[in-house]
């Protein structure tokens, strides 16, 4: 599927287990804790010339959990975090829905994609999706975008059909910038989820989250 084709390359960054440490249903600023190397491999791609575009699931906002504005609060810190760095974020879109509700914008369902590539612009087919979990990497794949798996989740031994599967963020910001060849492994495992049925059209508008 690729129904984007804006004229700037972006890449698509899942949140937990990929930028920031893996908590369980995170509604907290406090809480956020950027992953070793993710600041660097951000820059980098940053560099590279690419838009940096966070996509993340927050079905905790359905389930009653936190709120959307504590989702507000989260990236506010986040991108606070990092611009102490140096490093700016082009956009931060959630999914606040539970799966039940079958909405267009979960991953591995395309909705926040759609959104980031009509507000900022991007090109799917050159552009690339980093997440640390299947879904993340059918997502990619569903877009025609080239997919990076990173082993900073909890879900390190995810099977699935990555491109290349790398440590954390700065050597996925290597071999994007074609400095790792032969060095990192590619992987292709035949046991790849199924694709899920299309989601029905319903729902309310995936967020955006302001940033500093
Ligand atoms: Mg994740
Ligand atoms: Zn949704």
Same mark, same amino acid.
């Given at each position: 599927m690729n129904l984007s084709h804006g004229s700037r390359r972006g890449v698509f960054l899942d949140r937990d287990g990929t930028v920031i440490a893996e908590k /369980?249903?995170? =509604? *907290? $600023? #406090? =809480?956020v804790s950027i992953l070793p190397g993710a600041t660097a491999g951000l820059r980098r791609l940053r560099d590279l010339g690419y838009r940096l575009v966070i996509l993340t699931n927050q079905s905790g906002v359905g389930r009653g959990y936190f709120r959307q504005e504590d989702v507000d609060a989260v990236h506010a810190r986040l991108g606070a975090l990092l611009a102490d760095e140096g490093v700016r974020l082009d956009g931060i879109y959630f999914c606040p829905h539970? $799966? @039940? *509700? /079958? +909405? #267009? +914008?979960?991953? $591995?369902?395309p909705g926040l994609v759609h959104s980031a590539c009509r507000d900022l612009d991007l090109d799917c087919n050159s552009s690339i999706m980093i997440g640390d979990k299947a879904s993340d990497i059918e997502l990619g794949r569903r877009c025609g975008m080239r997919t990076v798996l990173v #082993?900073? =989740? /909890? @879900? #390190?031994t995810e099977t699935c059909r990555a491109d290349v599967v790398v440590g954390n963020l700065e050597e996925a910001a290597a071999w994007i910038a074609g400095e790792a060849a032969g060095v990192l492994t590619t992987h292709d495992h035949p046991a790849s989820q199924a694709a899920p049925a299309e989601a029905p059209a319903l729902a309310p508008a995936a967020s955006r989250s302001r940033l500093p």
């Open positions: /369980h249903y995170l =509604g *907290d $600023p #406090a =809480g539970r $799966p @039940e *509700d /079958h +909405c #267009a +914008c979960r991953k $591995p369902n #082993a900073t =989740g /909890h @879900e #390190a």
